[in-house]
């Protein structure tokens, strides 16, 4: 859940990899190192169409599984997996598909998505907690359990490519230019068309935006467009208006 300037990042972290724990269940026994042999085949690139109920167009279209494991089994029919894939992966689909070429059938029973980008159960917060520490804030002026659930915006960032600007570039950046070279303090590793975030020396989140070049290319730069912003995270003035 983002707030304020913090929900232009949801469409992006929606979109990172995520992680699930789902039980599938065969419909007739087989054994535990049968499944965990078929399970192997489906790392990688795969074919997938989405199933009857979903939301998106049924067209046959590829995915990539990060990873799939058996964690354990139960009765011969019932079998937990853990599996990382990129987003738009159907893990129904994956169980029915892992019944057809088992020869028994399959469906998933459970399901609980575990990890979205960098965000993991370890930083759930119940509703319950979150109206609590509200409660504390408004009425207590304890805004201790407060800061504990909300986060940095820039939090969101993590496990993109970064380049951080030098204070004068940003606040052209908040009126939508592109990042140029110079104005370019330090960056990671990126490849063109590669999502790139771009935050000041001081850490904060000024834009995030498609790599108009190699990273590598930029030592070699002495002038030109480096990141074309496609969403500004950055409150206009709010560094120097640096531009004639």
């Known amino acids: 859940m983002g707030l304020e300037n ?8 929606t979109k990172a990899g995520k992680e699930y724990i789902c039980v599938m269940e065969t ?8 499944v965990k042999k078929i399970a192997e085949e489906f790392k ?22 990060f990873d799939i494991e058996v964690l354990e089994g139960k ?21 029915h598909d892992m019944g057809i070429i088992l020869g028994t059938g399959a469906h998933m029973r459970e399901l609980r998505r575990i990890r979205s980008g960098i965000f993991t159960e370890s930083g759930l917060f119940t509703l319950q907690e979150v109206s609590e520490a509200l409660y504390m804030w ?6 201790t359990d407060l800061r504990k659930i909300l986060l940095p915006m820039e939090i969101g ?22 990042a140029n070279v110079p104005g370019i303090v330090a960056y990671q590793n990126f490849k063109k ?24 290319n930029i030592q070699q730069m002495k002038k030109g467009e480096v990141i074309k912003p496609n969403r500004i995270l950055i409150k206009r003035d709010v560094y120097p208006r640096a531009w004639k």
Request: aromatic residues 4%.
């Open 138 to 143: 408004k009425n207590c002026k304890d805004e």
């Open 27 to 34: 419909h007739e026994k087989v054994d535990l190192s049968i």
């Open 193 to 216: 068309g590669d999502l790139v975030g771009l935050i000041t020396l001081k850490g904060e989140g000024v834009a995030i935006g498609k790599a108009l070049v190699d990273s590598d």
């Open 75 to 95: 009765d011969d029919k019932l079998f937990l997996l853990r599996i990382s894939s990129e987003p738009g992966t159907y893990m129904r689909k994956i169980c």
């Open 44 to 65: 990688g690139t795969i074919y997938q169409r989405p199933p009857v109920r979903s939301s998106v167009k049924r067209r046959l279209r590829t995915r990539k599984v």
């Open 157 to 178: 960032l993590c496990g993109i490519p970064k380049i951080i600007l030098d204070d004068n570039a940003v606040n052209a950046i908040a009126y939508g230019a592109t």
């Open 6 to 13: 913090a929900t232009k990042l949801m469409t992006y972290i």
